[in-house]
């Protein structure tokens, strides 16, 4: 039988390491502190916990379910439920094909970042000499020598999307060492892939937790920690407020892609899901609050760290303009000789107006920061600050290559699971089919590599896999409750479990999870129209610094291809079993006036 | 009489040379160099006092850069100090030791101080920043170029070692799929060696010709 001879996990403990692997991602470190700190600080957790039990929870169940149950990739399973809704799986699968282009990028970075970490001084510590050696690069400093490293050594950005240069070297074998290392990972499918998990699912916490304790015995960490525990709940009256918890729930779960129908349609048909479901929800929450911790520990080093070297500049300046002795002014008393000369000698005060700068501490701290931008440059600018730079460095990317890595095992295999179901792919062996997937998103994704790959990285990462994740999510959940019946779902349930799914899990799936979903769907369309030409950000290299900058027409073009292409897949595929049906029909029929005709000719002759 | 035009002329040619001195060295003239020590801050607790013992040396130490840059005879009279403050910060002229009341170019202190400004942030042990000439910025060290870049070297290597693990994954594929089709060939031998014995077996009772119908030949009879 066919059903015995699919690949299942070792032991139900690789299940859900896989799970962990794939949920507790990249989002989880730079994504969730961003929120927390734009929305409240502690107050935030209020809405997220909340999503958690109302969205997140449930829907991780509902794909896990269908996973076990159908014993197929995605297009397969809803194939099984319904022939018309193939394209909901095929549309999982495009969206998991753009989010595999572009996710494996990150990784080069970190790698990137990595291999820099082996020298002696860190090359984002100092501007690089320029070619007179008069001074540093006038680039670096403008801007700081972690934007610079990034900008320029890393990324070698040009100064917009329209134009483009060569391939970066250095980044494209980062980035082929990113695609063999997921080949590694996945060749013998989930044999090989089991075993992985044990180790990208629990090494981030070790690293997470040296980085904890590091991060507290900081100079200066206090004041972020402390930062981030005061809860701003006037934030919680604004609606963007419950939006991005819901929004942030639903992603950083990785539901929508497959990779969940995938992996559980690896499991043994008794596997107890349910339990699993919730305590791989939990960890996933749990990691995002603890890495929260970690980063405003950093946050507030960062902080004070440049708040301090603000001091000191002024102090210099002050020193300097008025002859006073060295140990006149102190850190303690610099406002005090403020004010003091500014009576005395307001003139010259005036003159060094623009030069004396303002130092804050609740300014340094109030720079939120997300995404690449807070992994690469906030991070690393911290790091280069502590105490054995290198040793941080190291571990630091390389608990974000784990991270990423492990989501990425997640990605691939949302692909290759539902290719295999089909008959045409299954005569190839896993190591053929899985090299060929690899292999063309390696070449596809070498785009991103080029001087203005970051910008159509941003592209990817705000619309590629957004919207059409809403959408597929919630036809799913409607199609189960409403479609397929709550009751039949119950009865798989009971059949796979053991007990029926209690009253809690039925009332978010038939409804309060929908009317979120539906919710947050109108959100963002109505954003999308509201926010008038889509933006992104623009390195510009005279200012040192981004800028926002619309998208050319060709850039928009593409957007809406991004989001049509996926969604699209759900219509057009019912409209294709639609076709084919009825061509299978009308071949019947004819088949059968044929049959009919021969019979009555026969009569005829007999008559 | 004699005494007092004695005295006069002894005044005049002690005070005349600092007399001349003080008028050499005016601060932001075109020709003046202003220095700012920041000995605290670069030695911390063991720093030292600035007195006259240090102006001293960093007389002798200017001396030194100028005679080794325009290789004349410089004395330690022709570095002129003047409008010395707290700080730690002070204005120097540099007079040419062929004519004591010309002042040497700023452009020819600015090289000669760059040229040896090594030597001179020694004697102080002091540093580029610590020991700041206003307006002569210092060369910076050239940036070491290692041949290879040490990041290629770890890439080389994490890139082996993955190229090492693919090829033994997929070899030791390959080589259990041979063992297996090994095993069904000999398998399939079996088989057909046990027929034979069998068939052998009844034949060789020569009671009559082997049926052959209610053997355990299946292999016949299956579709």
């Known amino acids: 039988m066919e059903k015995d001879t699919r690949d299942k996990w070792d032991s139900p403990t690789q299940f859900v390491l896989a799970c962990v692997s794939y949920a507790v991602g990249l989002g989880n470190v730079w994504r969730f502190p961003y929120l927390c700190q734009m929305h409240g600080g502690g107050g935030f957790l209020i809405p997220y916990l909340l999503m958690l039990l109302l969205e997140g929870v449930p829907l991780f169940y509902l794909e896990l379910a269908i996973g076990q149950k159908m014993r197929l990739g995605s297009i397969g399973a809803w194939t099984a439920i319904n022939p018309y809704l193939g394209g909901l799986g095929l549309a999982s699968v495009v969206t998991s094909v753009y989010l595999c282009l572009y996710y494996n990028i990150i990784n080069a970075w970190s790698f990137w970042y990595l291999f820099h970490s082996f020298q002696d001084a860190l090359p984002w510590a100092a501007c690089p000499i320029n070619a007179n050696r008069t ?326 990462n705000d619309y590629g896999a957004t919207f059409s994740l809403l959408f597929i999510v919630l036809i799913e959940v409607t199609i189960i409750s409403y479609y397929y019946g709550i009751k039949r779902f119950e009865k798989d349930i009971e059949d796979m479990l053991g007990h029926r799914p209690n009253w809690y899990w039925k009332i978010m799936w038939a409804g309060v999870s929908p009317l979120l979903l539906i919710g947050l769907f109108i959100f963002y369309i109505v954003n999308y129209i509201q926010g008038g030409t889509p933006t992104y950000q623009a390195w510009n290299k005279d200012l040192g610094k981004s800028e926002q900058t619309d998208y050319p027409g060709f850039g928009q073009a593409f957007i809406g291809l991004l989001l049509v292409s996926s969604v699209s897949c759900i219509p057009l595929t019912a409209l294709y079993v639609f076709c084919q049906k009825r061509g299978q029909q009308k071949q019947e029929k004819q088949q059968r006036t044929v049959g009919t005709a021969e019979a009555s000719g026969l009569d005829r002759e007999e008559n | 009489m004699l005494k007092r035009i004695f005295l006069v002329i002894c005044f005049l040619v002690i005070c005349l040379p600092s007399a001349l001195a003080a008028q050499l060295c005016i601060p932001n003239a075109p020709e003046a160099c202003q220095v700012r020590l920041s000995i605290k801050t670069a030695l911390g607790e063991k720093a030292y006092e600035w007195n006259e013992h240090e102006k001293f040396l960093f007389r002798a130490a200017m001396a030194f850069a100028m005679r080794k840059h325009k290789e004349q005879e410089f004395s330690l009279s022709d570095i002129i100090l003047c409008n010395e403050t707290v700080r730690v910060s002070f204005w120097f002229v540099v007079t040419s030791p062929l004519n004591p009341s010309v002042l040497v170019e700023r452009k020819d202190i600015e090289k000669a101080v760059s040229k040896f400004r090594h030597r001179i942030n020694g004697a102080f042990l002091l540093s580029d920043t610590t020991l700041e000439f206003v307006n002569i910025y210092p060369t910076l060290a050239a940036p070491v170029v290692p041949n290879t870049p040490p990041w290629l070297i770890v890439f080389g290597v994490v890139i082996g070692l993955i190229g090492a693990g693919i090829v033994f994954l997929l070899t030791s594929t390959i080589v259990q799929k041979r063992r297996k089709k090994q095993q069904k060939a000999e398998e399939g031998d079996e088989d057909i060696e046990e027929l034979e014995a069998k068939t052998v077996e009844n034949g060789s009772t020569s009671e009559g010709v082997y049926n052959t119908t209610f053997s355990d030949d299946d292999r016949f009879t299956q579709m």
């Open chain 1, 135 to 460: 001074g540093p690069i006038e680039e670096c400093e403008r801007a700081t020598p972690t934007q610079y490293f990034f900008y320029r050594e890393t990324l070698n950005i040009s100064s917009s999307i329209e134009e483009n240069g060569g391939i970066h070297t250095g980044q494209a074998l980062c980035f082929l060492l990113a695609w063999l290392i997921t080949y590694l990972f996945i060749v013998k499918g989930v044999k090989s892939t089991g075993k992985v998990v044990y180790f990208t699912a629990t090494f981030p916490y070790v690293v997470l937790l040296i980085y904890l304790i590091r991060g507290i015995t900081l100079h200066g960490a206090i004041n972020g920690v402390k930062y981030m525990f005061t809860p701003r709940m006037e934030q919680l009256a604004n609606p963007t407020t419950w939006i991005n918890a819901a929004t942030q729930i639903f992603f950083s779960l990785g539901l929508g892609f497959g990779s969940l129908i995938a992996f559980a349609s690896y499991n043994q048909y008794h596997n107890n899901f349910e339990r699993q479901a919730i305590v791989v929800s939990l960890i996933n929450s749990g990691t995002s609050i603890f890495s929260c911790i970690v980063t405003f520990a950093i946050y507030g080093f960062k902080a004070t760290v440049n708040y301090e070297n603000c001091l000191e500049r002024t102090r210099t300046l002050l020193l300097n303009a008025f002859s006073l002795a060295e140990d006149s002014i102190t850190m303690d008393n610099i406002f005090e000789w403020v004010t003091k000369l500014n009576t005395t000698y307001p003139e010259q005060i005036a003159d060094l107006q623009d030069k004396l700068e303002v130092c804050n501490l609740e300014r340094e701290l109030n720079t939120a920061v997300e995404g690449t931008g807070l992994a690469f440059i906030v991070y690393s600018e911290a790091i280069k600050n502590m105490p054995l730079p290198q040793l941080w460095s190291v571990l630091y990317f390389f608990m974000l290559l784990l991270l990423g890595m492990g989501s990425m095992l997640g990605n691939v295999t949302a692909i290759i699971t539902p290719l295999q179901d089909f008959k045409v792919v299954s005569h190839m062996s896993h190591e053929l089919l899985n090299g060929v997937v690899c292999l063309l998103c390696f070449l596809l994704g070498l785009g991103f590599t080029t001087t203005s790959g970051n910008y159509w990285f941003a592209m990817f």
